[in-house]
Every structure is written in structure tokens, then in C-alpha cells.
């Protein structure tokens, strides 16, 4: 079982930046893929990025690209989101999710992280 825990939420004007959290206990995630998604009010949750067990390997939404950068510290069992230039419409829940390498869906999550982006 692994454990998930986000942090570094919280309320920032638009254009500001945050950076979220993700500490992991249980076991290692240096055999897991990592992901960050989020869920605004009345929509469904949406992949915002993900990285590979190495970090070698990312990929953002269309919507993030160039201003969110996911990042990964195996040592320190943590995953990292950077959010930059942030907008309105990133208003959501963050969360963090764990997959096996070779699993195609995530089997972890965390309890999430609320991002408010005032206008």
C-alpha cells in the first residue's frame, strides 16, 4: 500500500504561482508512475501531468503545458507540481496518484489539495 499525502494549496491571485506536494509512505514510489490530477465543481476529474518512475518521462494537459512542471525526488519519496502563471479556470482540487510501471491505471490517490485562483 502506498500512502499519499498533497500539500501547498491554497489561494493565490491570478498570474501568481504555487507549488504542490506530494509526500508518499508505505513503500517506495521508485517503482511508480506519478500523476497529478485535479477536479473543479461540477466537472470531472482531468490529468494535468504525470511522470514516469525515473522522471525521465513527462506530459502535461494541453491547458498546462509551459506553465506547470512535474517533478520527482525518489530519494525523499516525493513528487513535486510547480504552477506557474496560474488562471482562474485551475481553480480545483489537486491530487496525487500512484501506478504500478506497468499498470494502466492508478491504483493510489491522495485526499487532494484545494488551488483557488482569484481573478
Known amino acids: 500500500q502506498v500512502q499519499l499525502v498533497e500539500s501547498g494549496g491554497g489561494l493565490v491571485q491570478a498570474g501568481g504561482s504555487l507549488r504542490l506536494s506530494c509526500a508518499a509512505s508505505?513503500?517506495?514510489?521508485?517503482?511508480?508512475?506519478m500523476g497529478w490530477f485535479r477536479q473543479a465543481p461540477g466537472k470531472e476529474r482531468e490529468s494535468v501531468a504525470q511522470i514516469s518512475w525515473s522522471g525521465g518521462g513527462t506530459n502535461y494537459a494541453d491547458s498546462v503545458k509551459g506553465r506547470f512542471t512535474v517533478s520527482r525526488d525518489n530519494a525523499k519519496n516525493r513528487v513535486y507540481l510547480q504552477m506557474n502563471s496560474l488562471k482562474p479556470e485551475d481553480t480545483a482540487v489537486y491530487y496525487c496518484a500512484a501506478r504500478v510501471r506497468a499498470a494502466v491505471t492508478y491504483d493510489y490517490w491522495g485526499q487532494g489539495t484545494q488551488v483557488t485562483v482569484s481573478s
Open positions: 508505505g513503500r517506495t514510489i521508485s517503482n511508480y508512475a
